[in-house]
Structure formats: structure tokens, C-alpha cells
């Protein structure tokens, strides 16, 4: 075959390597994957055992100063038992946008 014949050939090519690779969900891990876990057993025994919530608030505080998440979020003093729910949702939404 002629030259102009490769060159067509060429021009109707598709490059493989080129594409864009498949998009994977990224896990967390570390603290922030524990925190989410503190979140979702603080919301089950809000649900179910609301005498146990000072411990579990105790435990997030003490992992959010510990993992200096606390900064990041803007945050001084460890928030009120009347504000904390409020500090909850603030916190999940952040690690919402993290991930």
C-alpha cells in the first residue's frame, strides 16, 4: 500500500494508552477511619442507649485532638453536651468532603 493509504490508516487510529484509567473509591484508614466508626456506634446508641453517650463523646474528642482533626475543623474547646449532636453532623459532613 501507498503512503497515503497508512496515513488514513493512522488518522482513524485510537490510542489505548491514552484513555482515562477507571475511577476506584478511595477507603479511609487511620483516624479517620476510626472516627467514622466512633460516628456511626455514637448515632446507635443515641438510638438505642442514650445513657451511654458521654463515654462515646469522650472517645471522638479524645481521637479528634489526638489526630489534631480539631484545627482542621476550627475548633478550640471541646463542644458542650447540648452542642455536641451539632459538632456531629459538622464532623461527618466534613469527612464527607475529605473523601
Known amino acids: 500500500p501507498g503512503e ?3 496515513a488514513k490508516r493512522r488518522v482513524h487510529a485510537t490510542l489505548v494508552d491514552h484513555l482515562v484509567p477507571p ?3 478511595a477507603e479511609s484508614y ?6 467514622e466508626q466512633l460516628l ?5 446508641i443515641a438510638a438505642m442507649d442514650p445513657a451511654k453517650l458521654p463515654a462515646i463523646r469522650a ?3 479524645t481521637l479528634i485532638q489526638a489526630a489534631r482533626l480539631d484545627h482542621d475543623l476550627g475548633l478550640e474547646d471541646r463542644p458542650d453536651d447540648e452542642g455536641f449532636d451539632e459538632f456531629i453532623l459538622h464532623v461527618d459532613g466534613w469527612l464527607c468532603e475529605v473523601k
Open 4 to 6: 497515503g493509504t497508512q
Open 23 to 25: 475511577m476506584a473509591r
Open 30 to 35: 487511620g483516624d479517620i477511619a476510626r472516627l
Open 40 to 44: 456511626d456506634e455514637h448515632a446507635q
Open 59 to 61: 472517645q471522638i474528642w
